[in-house]
C-alpha cells in the first residue's frame, strides 16, 4: 500500500510538471522579430489587396457608364455643344480612371522574399498610397458620370 502512495505522489508531480512544461511551449510559440516582420508585411499587402478587391468590381460601373455616355452623344443629336463637351469629359474621366487602375495593376508585383523588411514596407506603403488613389479617382469618376447621366 505504502508503494502505491509513492507512486500515486510520482505520478502526480510528473504531471505538475508536464504541465509547467506545456506553459513554457506556449511561450514558445511567440513570435520571433523575422516572424513579426513577416507578418507585418503579409497585413499590409492584404490591406493593398484588400482597397485593389473593393475597386475592381467598379471597372464594370466605368464601361457601363461609358457605354451609356457613347449611347448618349450617338442618339441625341441635338445636343448643345456645351453638353456633348460636358459628357466627353465625364468619357474622359472614366478613361483615365479605368487607365489608372490598369496601370497600377500591370506595376504592381508581390515583394520579393530577397528583399528587406524595411524596402518591402516602403514598397507596399507606396502601393496603399497608389491604390487609394485609384479608389478615389474610379469613385470620383463614378459619381459625377452618374449624376450627370442621371439628371
Known sequence: MKNWAILLTLLVLVSGCNKQGSNEGEEATELTPEERAKQQQIELFDEVMAIHDEVMPKMQDIYNLKVNIRGRLDSIPDLSEDAQADLRNH??????????????????????????????????????????????????????????LNN
Open 91 to 148: 468619357l474622359a474621366e472614366l478613361d483615365s480612371a479605368d487607365e489608372a487602375m490598369m496601370n497600377w495593376m500591370r506595376e504592381f508585383e508581390p515583394v520579393a522574399d530577397s528583399v528587406s523588411h524595411e524596402d518591402a514596407m516602403e514598397y507596399l506603403e507606396d502601393e496603399k498610397s497608389k491604390i487609394e488613389k485609384v479608389r478615389e479617382v474610379m469613385n470620383t469618376a463614378i459619381s459625377e458620370a452618374t449624376e450627370k
